[in-house]
């Protein structure tokens, strides 16, 4: 039996003041063009999965994020063709600054009713229901 790389990704969900959370469409020259994903990013050896969301939100988007502002929330687990991505998801009702696209991604605060309008990545959808709940 083939084993695939596992890979350690964190992302986060960004909450506006108008309950509506933040997307990212890939760029054309990233794996899953196209698709849209919460932001956030690869976990680096000896890095902490909160290090790694306050490291990535300041270079994608411009974001300040302290760690007393992000909350555990859920995770995915997904094996796609050629690694398995483990994803833990990471709750931010607050941060510094304005969300600027800094890696020629394409950003939009999405209600929960337009979700099912935004192609995503196969291990992002079972997370869709969690999503809808803190909205609600």
């Known amino acids: 039996m083939k084993r695939n790389p596992l ?8 909450i506006n003041k108008n309950c509506r959370i933040l997307f990212a469409q890939r760029p054309k020259s990233k794996s899953m063009a196209g698709l849209w994903e919460l932001p956030g990013g ?3 050896l000896h ?3 909160e290090e790694t969301l306050i ?10 994020i302290r760690t007393k502002w992000i909350t555990p929330f ?3 687990s997904y094996a ?4 398995h991505l483990l994803m833990p998801l990471y709750v931010c009702r607050k941060f510094e600054g304005t969300p600027k ?3 020629g991604q394409v950003l939009r605060w999405l209600s929960s009713d337009e979700f099912a309008n935004y192609p995503m990545p196969a291990a992002d959808l079972p997370l869709l229901p969690f999503l809808c709940k803190l909205l609600a």
Not at 7 to 14: D, E, H, I, P, S
Not at 55 to 63: D, P, S, V
Not at 80 to 83: G, L, M, N, P, S
């Open 42 to 44: 690869k976990i680096k």
């Open 47 to 49: 890095e902490k999965p």
């Open 7 to 14: 890979v350690l990704v964190v992302a986060c969900v960004l």
């Open 80 to 83: 796609y063709d050629t690694f």
């Open 101 to 103: 696209p800094k890696e």
């Open 74 to 76: 859920v995770f995915t």
């Open 55 to 64: 490291r990535e939100l300041y270079e994608e988007l411009g974001l300040v």
